[in-house]
Nanobody, 116 residues
Framework: QVHLVESGGGLVQPGGSLRLSCAAS????????MGWYRQAPGKKRELVAT???????TYADSVKGRFTISRDNAKNTVYLQMNSLKPDDTAVYYC??????????WGQGTQVTVSS
């Protein structure tokens, strides 16, 4: 079995920063693309950022220049550094990872609330 566990969410004021982490554990031989998605109340889940095993990154237009995705392959962990946070960034953030080139796994989600 494989598990993804996110951490680092919370309440932050507009303009603030948070760093999310997602650690994969279990029967893992390789991890291909890892990514962060988010879902706000009443909205569909949307892509935030992805990173391949080689380090190639993609970002949603709404977060470019503010968010940075990175990964530590030795720790099977992906990070999302979020700066200049806005109220519109409020959502449950989920990580996803393609494990063993077999299937995608999702974490349980972590709440990020941006409010004064």
């Amino acid at each position: 079995q494989v598990h993804l566990v996110e951490s680092g969410g919370g309440l932050v004021q507009p303009g603030g920063s948070l760093r999310l982490s997602c650690a994969a554990s279990g029967s893992i031989f390789s991890i291909n693309t890892m990514g962060w998605y988010r879902q706000a109340p009443g909205k569909k889940r949307e892509l935030v950022a992805t990173i391949t095993s080689g380090g190639t990154t993609t970002y949603a237009d709404s977060v470019k220049g503010r968010f940075t995705i990175s990964r530590d392959n030795a720790k099977n962990t992906v990070y999302l550094q979020m700066n200049s946070l806005k109220p519109d960034d409020t959502a449950v953030y989920y990580c996803k990872a393609n494990i063993n080139y077999a299937r995608d796994y999702w974490g349980q989600g972590t709440q990020v609330t941006v409010s004064s």
